[in-house]
Nanobody, 127 residues
């Protein structure tokens, strides 16, 4: 069973930056795609960004485009999410997810497109 572990969450002021890491128990090139999702209290889980592991191509939700960046680590078992110019509405639990066989085309995708999930890391943006 694949294990995904997120780290790097915390508190930041509006306009600040945070970097999240997702470490997998297997090489990430075993996956077609990896993504970051978030869920705020009382809201549905939403896709934030995803990356195709073979090509490195990325897709972002409109709400984070130009502010967040997803990338593959050189360690072959890590994916990152760099979050800049953060806003209070970015406050949520952030989850790493992996899709073993195929990537959603042109979108981050739905939760059901991803088979493996981490436990999440909390991000709070507040002054």
């Amino acid at each position: 069973q694949v294990e995904l572990v997120e780290s790097g969450g915390g508190s930041v002021q509006p306009g600040g930056s945070l970097g999240l890491s997702c470490r997998a128990s297997v090489y990430t090139d075993n996956f077609a795609c990896m993504g970051w999702f978030r869920q705020a209290p009382g809201k549905e889980r939403e896709g934030v960004a995803r990356i195709t592991m073979r090509s490195g191509s990325a897709v972002y939700a409109d709400s984070v485009k130009g502010r967040f960046a997803i990338s593959r680590g050189t360690a072959r078992n890590t994916v990152y999410l760099q979050m800049n110019s953060m806003k209070p509405e970015d406050t949520a639990m952030y989850y790493c997810a992996a899709a073993p066989q195929s990537c959603p085309v042109g979108v981050v995708g739905r939760s059901s497109d991803y088979a493996d999930w981490g436990q999440g890391t909390q991000v709070t943006v507040s002054s």
